[in-house]
């Protein structure tokens, strides 16, 4: 799955067919293969990105989390037409992160992503030995993409969002994790990194081992915390990404587990002792550095995001932001360039995973009072249980023809108007 884009990247969306759990085939889409897209290992320099679009639907390539500017980003406005090709000539420059990749059609992301067109990108800074972490792809530091699915009776996997779906976003009853339902991570005796994606359309999940063994964050959307966090619980709404370390040195079976009160299983482990231990303690320090925003605002902006019973009554539902739903053609704020914001987000009926491109941003605030441990790092995407507040420094560019997005990351909401977009000049 490894594909090292080290000056140039090719990425051709297909469609193909993935048996789930030797179930019956199904149609599916992904970049390079029938379901999902390659892991990208990115480091920073010019890279000439090329995406092939043999499906017979517009996609896009958007890289979330990746900082570039809003010609590069992939989003709604950066359609690939069937048989056409996009390329993008950008420069990476961030610290080290997992970010990721997705189609961004306004009304079809949803769908296009539920599919298969995502994948997962490692930003590397090849400083990792020196850093005390695992880093070997594969044996002790695992790419997990959470995803639950919907299957029928007959096996096969659904995607038909009612209005309640809509409503509540598109939930599974099978948890996929890189495409595979039931499958073992079989792991070394050692200190072992996940880097876990929720690229699920909208369920949220709060993650535990079942005989309660510690993850340590260690980095979040953004990249490295200034030292590892000890968490028993770590929450993973839409679209973000946390890497944490876990210590199998004594063994066991343990399984990562989803919703204390009504849990299941996402993932069971195993270990191997005959797989090379690489890591057998943890770092007590990393070189991630939380700049602090506070004070530095020149603007405070109030974002609500909306959502309407009333209009769902009637068969229509009325998703937007600050009453607004989506339009293509207006910007709804102008940033300026190298300005700090800060956003005060508001989440109505739900709490909805607020997302920005082109910025990483710190969160200052959750519902009046400090930030869980797991947004206390640079984040692109937080879950908004009531209200939170977000500082943001915008240094990449975005223009009228290609402006950023923020929006809700249960795909059904930004598919349905909860977006809005915005300049940077
Ligand atoms: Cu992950 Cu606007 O997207
Ligand atoms: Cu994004
Ligand atoms: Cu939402």
Redesign the pocket.
Known sequence: LDTRATGRLALTATSGRTAFDGGPDNPTAGFNQAYLGPTILMQNGELAAEVQNTLDEPISTHWHGLLVPGEHDGGPHLAIAPGATWQPEMTIAQDPATVWYHSHIHERTAGQVYFGLAGVIHVTDGQDDARGLPSTYGIDDLTLVLQDRRFDAAGRMVYDPSMMDIMH?FAGNRMLVNGQAGATAVVPEGIVRLRLLNGSNARVYTLFFDDTRPMHLVATDGGFLPAPVALDVLRLAPGERAEVLVDFSSGGAPVLMSDPGQAYGVLQFATDSALAARITRLPERLDGVLEDLTGAEVTTRQVS?D?GMGGMMMGGGSFAINGRPYDMRRIDFEVALGSVERWQIRSTM?A??FHVHGVRFRVVTENGGPPRPENTGWKDTVLVPGDAEILARFDQPASRETPFMFH?H?LE?EDAG?MGQFTVT
Do not use: F, S, W
């Open positions: 976003g995001l959502m739900v909805h995973p809700c249960i909401h909860m």
